[in-house]
């Protein structure tokens, strides 16, 4: 079944506790995107990765990292998280250009 | 500046009733418009997309959305609502050739019996 997967689906911490949350798509998609969903904001771009070591700012990257050494794979690093990343994920993939994206099923993250 | 407008937060129709969600976009050049349903606990689903042609799009559970350049407008409709139908609405337009989309805030649709 195609999909993108997202772990952990839940998730608590403190702040300043390093997390990564990981995205892994088996559609074979050069594309991939984070992005995180906050009440009346809608979906805000974190990173994208148009391929295999290519990555890019979306419109909201502070206090994130990405990286792509893999192409099913689409991580996403919090290395000091605060409580203004508290917030719903979502990873996305599709091919190049203006495809549709496929989203994985979100990531809900709480730091305290 | 790209953008997205969904002018409706909250919907309220009655099971049966016709439907129409409203969006609106911002884009320089002809856009990439999607309608995503998202239900609770779930990611999102791509409902319809437009890029080029018939203005009237046709997507999955009987939603259709049509394209007007002129009121840069990308409204999407059902003729009659499901109960399975209450979820949230985001409309989408796609930015550049990066893939990246652009979303409005959402529209919640809550359906009555």
């Known amino acids: 079944e195609a999909q993108v997967t997202q772990n952990p689906r839940y998730l608590i911490t403190v702040t300043g506790k390093k997390l990564t949350v990981t995205c892994s798509q088996n559609?074979?998609?050069?594309?991939m995107s984070w992005y995180r969903q906050d009440p009346g904001l809608g979906l805000r771009q974190i990173y994208y990765s148009m391929n295999v070591e290519v990555t890019d700012k979306g419109d909201v990257p502070e206090g994130y990292k990405v990286s792509r050494k893999e192409k099913r794979n689409f991580p996403l690093i919090l290395e000091s998280p605060s409580p203004n990343q508290t917030s719903l994920y979502f990873c996305?993939?599709?091919?190049?250009?203006?495809?549709?994206?496929?989203f994985g099923p979100g990531t809900r993250l709480t730091v305290l | 500046a790209q953008s997205v407008t969904q002018p409706d937060i909250h919907i309220t129709v009655s099971e049966g009733a016709s439907l129409e969600l409203r969006c609106n976009y911002s884009?320089?050049?002809?856009?990439?418009l999607f309608w995503y349903v998202q239900s609770p606990g779930q990611g999102l689903q791509l409902l319809l997309k437009?890029?080029?042609?018939?203005?009237l799009v046709q997507g999955i559970k009987g939603f259709e959305a049509e394209f007007k350049r002129s009121q840069s407008s990308f409204n999407l409709r059902k003729p009659s609502v499901h109960w399975s139908d209450a979820a949230e609405y985001f409309c989408a337009v796609g930015s550049g050739n990066t893939g990246k989309l652009i979303f409005g805030q959402g529209t919640t649709l809550q359906v009555k019996p």
């Open positions: 559609m074979n998609h050069e594309y």
């Open positions: 437009y890029f080029s042609g018939d203005t």
């Open positions: 996305a993939s599709s091919l190049p250009g203006l495809h549709e994206q496929f």
């Open positions: 884009y320089g050049a002809t856009p990439y």
